[in-house]
């Protein structure tokens, strides 16, 4: 029964306050993977059958709901890797993290550092809030401690697993020699190779920041949200890692991604200190990002 308004008991209140956390816990989840945009599908779909009911237009309303009752199983057929990937988040234990990701970070830029120094290429993708076990299972899983002559070995020319990603969860590497999605080659960053396709393909799917080290160039950069920054000294990338990963641990906007910029491959490597930056028509929240 209804509970007439200035009657609201301490049920109700606890009632809004679970919904409420989990409506935000589902935005939480979805953020940042390409769910999202089914989701807004979705809105408007469930939109213009909520019209056609109101409106009393009885054919479209009742086609649409049939649609929606199919369409429902067919996204969970579809999206079941996502599903997998929420519900396995759940039940993540807390705390797994680290509370030194600090200093993770900063080994993280170190070791890139060095690979970059020596042209050794490299593909490292730093988890955040989308989980990558898809991709881990991809390769081969490993348990350690992020560590400069560990990702040194790791990529180093002759070693097993220098072919593929690695895949770095708060303080510990958990795989290696991983395959990840390529971004298309038809788009803005056709002209790069696989290496650098990868490490876009994956931060379009998820909100991981994925650096990569160009055996070609010598140079480091970030991609985030399907898009490439520019060439990062060790510094640099020190300050964007503690930016995107540590201080910011949210997924990224997907509403703004940065505009298309920097050299190609077959460019001349930037010396890091004169490195391009993102362009002036680039939104102003992606340019503070990458
Ligand atoms: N799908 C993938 N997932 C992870 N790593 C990949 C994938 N495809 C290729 N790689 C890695 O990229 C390497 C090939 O890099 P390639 O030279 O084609 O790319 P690139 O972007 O030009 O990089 P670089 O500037 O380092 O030469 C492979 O040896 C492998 O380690």
Redo the contacts with the bound molecule.
Sequence with gaps: MLTPIGQVNVQDVLDIVLVAFLVYQGYLLLAGTRAVNVVRGILVFAGVWFAARLLGLTTLSYLLGRAGTVGLFALIVLFQPELRAALERVGRPRGREGADSGATLQTLARAMDRLAERKT?A?IAIERQTPLGEYAATGVTLDAVVSVPFLEALFARNAPL????VIVQGSRVVAAG?????QSSDGTYRR???????ALGLSELTDAVVLV?????GSMRIALGGRLGPDLNGAELREKLRELVYEQPSPPSRTAPPAPQEPG?AEPAAHPATAPRLRDDVSETVQERL
């Excluded at 991983?178 to 390529?182: E, Q, R, T, Y």
């Design positions: 290429g593909l220098h072919d593929g990603g991983c395959l990840f999605p390529l790069y190779g696989t290496r650098h396709r990868a080290v160009s055996e070609e160039r491959p």
